[in-house]
């Protein structure tokens, strides 16, 4: 079973590294950092635990696939004030929420804010390792995503205003024609400028040009 976790562990990250994810714990209890700590490490995930939201926020996040698992109740701020803090400064990282004071209308609020879980106290173990794992996938594709997204963008900086416009109009199912009517040009003129614009987007293929053109959000 630990193995299995390992593997979905390094998942996660979408390729093999040698950083291992991490789980980011927030819980005013020594007792239960201590033993998360000890459970994720077990399993192969490095754990960072806090004891307070000022603690967590004072430190670097990591540059890994990575997830919260965050206490409902902290001294000083909570943990939905955390989870909107966050939010406000665009930093997107998973959250699990756990608490032995859950009521309906702050699981929702929580849920409604993009918690990826919330755990009531007492849990069990193997339902916080699989909630970790799956936010930790989810960390790993999305980081993936970015990366691909910031390489596009970059590519893009090389195309022209008209291959722009062009590329435009396939990402609307626009046929040659039909982008050369709107344009003003002749369809070879199109041609041209799609041939061109693909070969500066790196598009190995017609469905490579159009995954490439939505990451540009044309």
Not at 51 to 64: N, Q, S
Not at 111 to 120: I, N, P, R, V
């Amino acid at each position: 079973m630990e193995a299995a976790l390992l593997s979905q562990a390094k998942a996660a990250s979408g390729v093999e590294t040698v950083q291992k994810p991490v789980v980011l714990v927030v819980d005013d209890d020594p007792d239960i950092r201590e033993s998360l700590t000890d459970m994720f490490e077990s399993v192969g995930m490095r754990a960072v635990v806090y004891g307070t939201t000022a603690e967590m926020l004072a430190d670097t996040l990591p540059d890994c696939p990575s997830c919260l698992v965050l206490d409902l109740r902290l001294p000083g701020s909570s943990g939905l004030e955390l989870q909107s803090q966050l939010a406000s400064q665009g930093i997107d990282i998973p959250i699990i929420f756990i608490t032995g004071h859950a009521d309906v209308p702050t699981t929702v609020r929580a849920m409604k804010a993009g918690a990826l879980d919330f755990l009531s106290k007492p849990f069990r173990e193997q339902e916080l390792l699989d909630a970790v794992a799956d936010a930790l996938r989810r960390d790993g594709e999305r980081r993936l995503q970015q990366r691909e997204r910031d390489s596009v963008r970059e590519l893009a900086q090389q195309l022209t205003l008209r291959e722009t416009d062009v590329l435009r109009g396939v990402a609307r199912g626009l046929l040659n024609k039909q982008i050369a009517f709107e344009l003003g040009i002749t369809e070879v003129t199109v041609k041209m400028h799609r041939s061109s614009a693909g070969k500066k987007l790196k598009s190995i293929s017609v469905a490579d040009m159009i995954r490439k053109i939505e990451l540009l959000d044309l």
